[in-house]
């Protein structure tokens, strides 16, 4: 592989903070680089220029380096949530991999944790949870970067990071500066925020706050978790254990050994319907109302009362079972949302079953649903 170096050293030494010299980055671009790698699903082609940013002086030269090559930018994280297209991006992919050390502070109940966007995202749910702090602990075991858990605010086992989230420190590209952003700044709603609406691209996130809380009790909401721990109270650090487990058992485990963990997650968003198609739905489906899987929705922009669907049900009934295999992709065996990467994929292969998927949903259910990895090909616009 051809690869070059760019050295952005006189760039870095005319930026003056507060009367010091920033120390120096050196910043390496290289050419061509397969993207598939990067991805937990393994699909797609490569990217024209790729740059490891491992500090906030070296994505400020990534940056720069964008804007004067006319490049778009795209940040990619820990790649768990992920679709490369075929043909690859043409622009520079920043893997963002700024690390360090956490840091904890406060006293008493509240306690702060600043993580930077590098750090493993279960390394930090272990350290809370370890020290005994709840606020995250069902979400553990979810594979990816720290940095990357805002912009879709994941969620899991009844908690979001939106929850937890007291700030973002983030390089905004409009205004090309560093900025910390309030909780209520990061617009939060299911899987979405303000960085990958409004459009994404704008904010490069560096490092995330939480606001977690000592002695406790960890959060039991989800059925499935209540009823491994009937009337205890555990340690959050028993919640981690036990989500890991749940999340090992349905093949959302990131492991290189597990064929079933070849995937993005869930590949399509739970879909919101009015509650008054439940009948219909459950109809078509040949099964009582009572069977359809679903949870009320609190969405403060409508109406009529709404209900949250489970895609993996919609997914299973339109004739798409655990175990689905279609050429080199397929569904996992453990669960009906997971598209997974049988062995040598490409994204035409993962395009095709998601078509298939989606009209059959459609036609069955008149339902839409919804991609939830964010994909990364010729046509994604990088308005800035
Ligand atoms: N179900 C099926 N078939 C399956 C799996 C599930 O019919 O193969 C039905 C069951 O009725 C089940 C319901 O779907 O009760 C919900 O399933 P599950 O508890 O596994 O959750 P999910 O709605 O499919 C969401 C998140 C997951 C998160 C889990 C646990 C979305 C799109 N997905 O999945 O997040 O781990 O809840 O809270 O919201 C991800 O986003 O990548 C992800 C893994």
């Known amino acids: 592989m051809k690869l070059r170096h760019y050295e952005l050293i006189a760039w870095g030494q005319r930026h003056i903070v507060w009367g010091t010299l920033r120390p120096v980055a050196t910043l390496q671009v290289q050419e061509q680089v397969a993207l598939a790698p990067f ?6 082609g490569s990217a024209r220029f790729f740059a490891r940013v491992a500090s906030e002086n070296e994505l400020e030269e990534a940056v720069a380096f964008a804007t004067k090559h006319s490049l778009p930018l795209f940040a990619l994280g820990g790649g768990s949530n992920l679709v490369i297209r075929d043909e690859g991006f043409h622009g520079l992919v920043l893997h963002l991999a700024i690390g360090g050390e956490m840091q904890m502070s406060g006293a008493g109940d509240g306690i702060r944790y600043d993580v930077p966007a590098g750090v493993s995202w279960d390394d930090f749910v272990l350290s809370a949870c370890e020290h005994g702090l709840t606020g995250v602990e069902c979400l553990a075991g979810i594979p990816g970067l720290t940095g990357g858990t805002p912009v879709q605010n994941v969620g899991a086992y009844g908690q979001e990071v939106s929850q937890t989230i007291g700030s973002v420190r983030v390089y905004d590209r ?13 617009c939060f709603a299911y899987r979405t925020s303000c960085f ?8 490069l996130v560096t490092q995330v706050s939480f606001d977690l809380k000592a002695g406790a009790s960890a959060a039991l909401r989800y059925p499935e978790l209540k009823s491994r721990f009937l009337d205890s109270t555990p340690l959050p650090l028993e919640v981690y254990h036990v989500v890991r487990e749940i999340r090992r058992a349905k093949g959302m485990l990131f492991s290189a050994s597990d064929p079933d963990s070849r995937s993005a997650g869930s590949f399509f968003k739970n879909p919101f319907v009015p509650a008054s198609r439940l009948g219909e739905i459950a109809e078509e489906a040949a099964v009582a109302p009572a069977s359809v899987p679903h949870w009320p929705a609190a969405l ?31 569904i996992s065996s453990r669960h009906s949302l ?17 078509d298939r998927i989606r009209e059959e949903v459609y036609a069955r259910f008149s339902i839409r649903l919804e991609q939830e990895p964010v994909e990364l090909g010729p046509e994604t616009r990088d308005p800035f």
């Open 338 to 354: 997971a598209l997974v990467n049988r062995g040598g994929a490409h994204f035409s292969d993962v395009a095709r079953l998601r």
């Open 39 to 44: 991805t937990t699903l393994g699909v797609g």
């Open 300 to 330: 403060e922009d409508r109406s009529a009362p709404h209900v949250k669907l489970a895609a993996a049900w919609l997914v299973q009934m339109a004739g798409f079972p655990k175990g689905f295999s279609d050429g080199a992709v397929g």
């Open 196 to 203: 990958n609406t409004q459009p994404s691209g704008r904010y």
């Open 174 to 186: 409009v205004v090309r500066a560093f900025l910390v952003l309030t909780n209520e700044q990061c």
